[in-house]
């Protein structure tokens, strides 16, 4: 028999205390690491497991949003110049693959990310300008059905 919690979170390892940001950091929430705790949460970062690195290049969504990069209408541009699109792509998939084997419904992901950002992204040009948008797991998950909010919306708290 299963003994997995029939009701599991996918929320991003940043926020659960995983030092996977581009700095090497995290960006914990301790309400969050205490659903990962519980064994209600997976965490997981898409970045990772496209194996872009800990610490890495920052990186950006540069002519659209994360729908627009699984369309391939857009790139993820590096600080530096290099393309990571097929990189974040990947981890993206991989990220959804687990939340399918775990019968994820729901998400609790990093605000702003390019990956986790959840209606707003910063606009590729790396001078901290916000834009209207989901980053690219964002974008699949809701593809797939799955209720995607950042952390500041408290769907963990509910």
């Known amino acids: 028999?299963?003994?997995r919690p029939s009701k599991r979170l996918l929320v991003s390892a940043c926020l659960?205390?995983?030092?996977?940001?581009?700095r090497g950091k995290n960006n914990l929430n301790?309400?969050?690491?205490?659903?990962?705790?519980?064994?209600?949460?997976?965490?997981?970062c898409p970045e990772v497991l496209g194996m872009l690195g800990v610490?890495?290049?920052r990186i950006e969504l540069r002519g659209g949003d994360g729908n627009?990069?699984?369309?391939?209408k857009a790139r993820v541009i590096s600080s530096k110049g290099g393309d990571f699109?097929?990189?974040?792509?990947?981890?993206?998939?991989k990220v959804l693959d687990e939340a399918k084997r775990y019968g994820i419904t729901d998400?609790?992901?990093?605000?702003?990310?390019?990956?986790?950002?959840?209606?707003?992204i910063y606009d590729g040009t790396f001078s901290n300008n916000l834009k209207n948008g989901d980053g690219v797991l964002t974008a699949l998950l809701k593809r797939n059905g799955i209720k995607v909010m950042s952390e500041r919306e408290e769907l963990y708290g509910k």
């Open 30 to 44: 301790d309400k969050i690491k205490k659903l990962v705790d519980s064994g209600t949460a997976i965490a997981l």
């Open 68 to 72: 627009d990069i699984l369309d391939g």
């Open 55 to 57: 610490p890495r290049e």
């Open 16 to 22: 659960a205390g995983t030092n996977c940001t581009f």
């Open 107 to 120: 998400a609790i992901l990093k605000s702003n990310s390019p990956s986790c950002g959840v209606g707003r």
């Open 85 to 93: 699109t097929m990189r974040l792509i990947s981890g993206s998939y």
């Open 1 to 3: 028999m299963d003994s």
